[in-house]
């Protein structure tokens, strides 16, 4: 088997269908209007879940998994997804999924009871998979290498703003039209994102995509979505119960034994659904640990930042909205350029200067106390916000141009793959230690809830929480120096070999 994981130097993987320059324009619209309705999708519900407990007669602990659901689906079938765009045709895929997510969101509007709209959320999961897995891909193939870091980061930056405007659009859209309408607005924006989809998106080549397919592998999905299901249940939990139940630590046990046992087919089969010999070049490997590392980060910065602005400083939800929204806002605007840079410089070096920005912007929200005035809490939370577009676009094309052609849709689905299970580990986790740190400094009894605690326990508990996301950041500095000592030592030893 040939390896799967080879630097750009040795296998680029350059486009074979070179669509005039307004197709891939085109493409890029039809494909970045799918991930924006993906990204909107994962916190646009959150608003209104409380409403939705008193509307539909039930309890928080089942109206949560309206938002559990559509996370946890995405985690779950990226990877069967991104499996499925390897061996057939991505942009006929891409678009079943949109066709999906936008019919399942009418459904989830007309939603009579909330075992109807778990049902339909779910389906609406299931069809952002699709977009989610294959959208970088799409656009991997379509640009050439020397506009894909600018292509990526403006896709980046797209799906970066469906998540910012997320909570924003869902409480102006509850406030003045109700619930349903958080769904039913992706109706009209996903009809127009099929039809330049479906006509401006090129098809794979068709010799290509029958060279490819081949048995799906069943057994790895079973064994994958086992494991992926009981590790994001055992996460997701984590901040409720802190493994105190011995359901959780059973649930995590299968994860582990799920992931030995899909190791293990997955060396053995002859067409995996995750080729292994992909994670033969420790850079391609770190990166996916680099992306799921700077997750974290995001996962606590959503988290937490909304608490400071509630419970410390007690802003109004319109001015605590505006600030949410406009600084990922501002932040997206440097996705474009990023990726620029990454094209002209080096993906590695934009990498490391976007961390560098979120060590200061993690150590300078670490400083807000109840003191801090709006102006502060932008100045301090922008540098950050700045740092995570620059990493994430010039990180995303390098894991996309370390693979070969025929891997695009799979290193896409690992690259979602890292996102989601990041979100889902950074609001975890450092929701825990957000809560233990308060509950410690208040002094207050262990099951205390943290709303109930006083203003300066919230503010150690907030400032010390991301003094360690900071950490994190360092750590990621480190490896991401580590992968780029590796690609020079690679590309020194070629131009050795060839002079010899």
Known sequence: MVATAKIQEEQPNEPTNEPR???????????????????????????????????????FAMIQWIAISYVLTLTVFVLGAARLGDMYNKKWLYLGG??????????CGFAPTVNFLLVFRTLQGLGAVFMSALGTAIITEVFPKEERGRALGILNGIFTLGIALGPGIGGLLIGFVGWRFIFWMNVPIGLIA????????????????????????????????????????AVTQLQNSSFDSLTELI???????????FLVVESRVSEPIL????????????????????????????????????????????????????????????APLAGTLSDRFGERIISLIGLLLMVFGCWTISTLDTSSLALGFVVRVLPLRL??????????????????????????????????LGLTTGV????????????ASADLAPNTDVTNAPV???????????????????????????????????VHNNRESTCQ
């Not at 991930?35 to 007669?57: D, S």
């Not at 799921?292 to 400083?313: C, E, R, S, T, Y």
């Not at 995570?388 to 995303?396: A, G, H, P, R, V």
């Open 428 to 439: 975890s986790l450092m929701g825990v230690l957000f809560s233990t740190l308060t509950i």
């Open 98 to 107: 949109l066709i999906l997510f936008t019919i399942s969101s009418l459904l």
């Open 21 to 59: 320059d307004s197709g891939k324009w085109w493409t890029l619209l039809g494909v970045g209007i799918g991930m924006f309705l993906f990204g909107l999708e994962i916190y646009i519900v959150n608003l209104a879940l409380p409403m939705l407990v008193e509307l539909f007669n039930t309890n």
């Open 275 to 334: 080729d292994l010999e992909m994670f033969r070049s420790l850079e391609f490997s770190l990166s996916l640990l680099l992306g799921w590392m700077v997750f974290i980060i995001i996962g606590a910065l959503q988290l937490l930042l909304p608490f400071f602005l509630d419970l410390i400083k007690h802003y109004p939800p319109q001015l605590a909205g505006f600030l949410l929204t406009v600084l990922p806002m501002s932040s997206a605007l440097m």
């Open 387 to 420: 740092g995570l577009e620059m990493f994430f676009s010039s990180n995303n094309s390098a894991v996309m141009g370390a693979v070969p052609r025929e891997r695009l849709g799979i290193a896409s689905g690992l690259l979602s793959l890292s996102r989601s």
């Open 194 to 233: 099929c039809l330049i989809v479906a006509f401006a998106v090129p098809s794979s080549d068709s010799k290509e995509v029958a060279s490819n397919v081949s048995k799906f592998d069943v057994i790895g999905a079973v064994l994958m979505t086992v494991t992926l299901t009981c590790l994001t249940i």
């Open 251 to 261: 649930v995590l046990v299968v994860a582990a034994v799920g992931l030995g046992c």
């Open 456 to 490: 300066e326990g919230l503010v150690f508990g907030f400032d010390t929480t991301f003094r360690v996301t900071a950490l994190i950041a360092i750590a990621s500095i480190i490896l991401v120096t580590v992968i780029w000592w590796l690609e020079q030592r690679k």
